[in-house]
């Protein structure tokens, strides 16, 4: 069982940035794909990164350029650098970790960060 846990959201104004982290324990973080989603109130979540377990990584179109997807192995630990942010960012965050173990596929959340674009 692997245990997610995101931190680093808050408030910031346009322009702005925040840092996500999403520290993994239980498992071998190594093994699996991390990403990180957003989900707006009363919508469905969404894909917003993706960084492999071989580091390669993955952007939806509107936040390439801006947010940039890291992780440390060493600290079994996955980022979400956002930059130039916009009220449309403001949402809640979660780190989510996916690897396909023999014929299952394994997934696990975390439980979100929010994070608040706003004058």
């Known amino acids: 069982q692997v245990q997610l846990v995101e931190s680093g959201g808050g408030l910031v104004q346009p322009g702005g940035s925040l840092s996500l982290s999403c520290a993994a324990s239980g498992g071998i973080f190594s093994l699996y794909d991390m990403s990180w989603y957003r989900q707006d109130p009363g919508e469905q979540r969404e894909l917003v990164a993706t960084i492999t377990s071989g580091g390669s990584t993955n952007y939806r179109g509107s936040e390439k350029g801006r947010f940039t997807i890291s992780r440390d192995h060493a600290k079994n630990t996955v980022y979400l650098q956002m930059n130039n942010l916009k009220p449309a960012d403001t949402a809640v965050y979660y780190c989510?970790?996916?690897?396909?173990?023999?014929?299952?596929?394994?997934?696990?959340w975390g439980e979100g960060t929010l994070g608040t674009v706003s004058s």
């Open positions: 989510h970790a996916y690897r396909i173990a023999g014929d299952a596929e394994v997934a696990y």
